[in-house]
């Protein structure tokens, strides 16, 4: 599965947009990129994936570049339960032993402040 | 909504003793698994299973064992707990095995080991 690198820490004013960048250089034409988020004391949650298209739900936006080396984790309106620590993670599905395995690397933590 | 749950939130064992981490997945997840999350080294897969009675070794399995007796219950097995099993150990499942799927995780066992 790709690396990807993320900065260590973001900070972001309750309200406004928080924007979390990933970059995934060595990505391959059948990876996807995932986005998880942890915050503190609990199991990793699940926020967005996409492959190619930029990608919409209820909780956040994903944009990916056409070349697909570096994507945005974009949080509309960040309140203060959005901090937690923002993972990106690139796999792709290998089949055989496999079987969606998640490899976390360091993360984004990101602090909203009121 | 999904829901993943784990037995304990915390626990302490002693070295030496056989300790047992039950996870629960309520909506008919094909694939469940377990990881432990350790500061500086993300989360690492121990085992999966992707059917009842099936399981696959994840990155470090040594020290452990599972067992899926039913499709709902995933179990973690220290058969002699050590201090350097002391982690916290998360369980998630996913829906079916074509990888692609989002993975949802338990609130999180935190084991200590004296």
């Known amino acids: 599965d790709a690396k990807t690198t993320q900065p260590t820490s973001m900070d972001c004013a309750e309200g406004r947009a928080a924007n979390l960048p990933c970059n995934h250089s060595?990505?391959?034409?059948?990876?996807?990129v995932y986005w998880y988020r942890q915050i503190h004391s609990q199991g990793p949650q699940y926020i967005i994936h996409?492959?190619?298209n930029n990608e919409t739900n209820e909780m956040a936006s994903l944009i990916i570049t056409e070349d697909r080396k570096s994507s945005t984790l974009i949080l509309p309106h960040a309140t203060l339960r959005d901090t937690a620590v923002y993972y990106c993670i690139v796999r792709v599905y290998a089949g055989g032993t496999s079987y969606g395995k998640l490899t976390f690397g360091q993360g984004t933590i990101l602090t909203v402040h009121p | 909504d999904v829901k993943v749950t784990q037995s304990s939130r915390y626990l302490v064992k002693r070295t030496g003793e056989k300790v047992f981490l039950e996870c629960v997945q309520d909506m008919d997840h094909e694939n469940m698994f377990w990881y432990r999350q350790d500061p500086g080294l993300g989360l690492r897969l121990i085992y999966f299973?992707?059917?009842?009675?099936?399981?696959e070794k994840g990155d470090i399995p040594e020290g452990y064992s599972v067992s899926r007796e039913k499709k709902e219950r995933f179990s973690l097995i220290l058969e002699s707990a050590s201090t350097n099993q002391t982690s916290m150990y998360l369980c998630?499942?996913?829906?079916?095995?074509?990888?692609?799927?989002?993975?949802?995780f338990g609130p999180g066992t935190r084991l200590t080991v004296t």
């Open positions: 060595t990505i391959s034409g059948n990876e996807y």
């Open positions: 998630a499942s996913s829906l079916e095995t074509s990888g692609y799927r989002e993975q949802y």
């Open positions: 299973s992707y059917d009842v009675k099936m399981k």
């Open positions: 996409g492959l190619k």
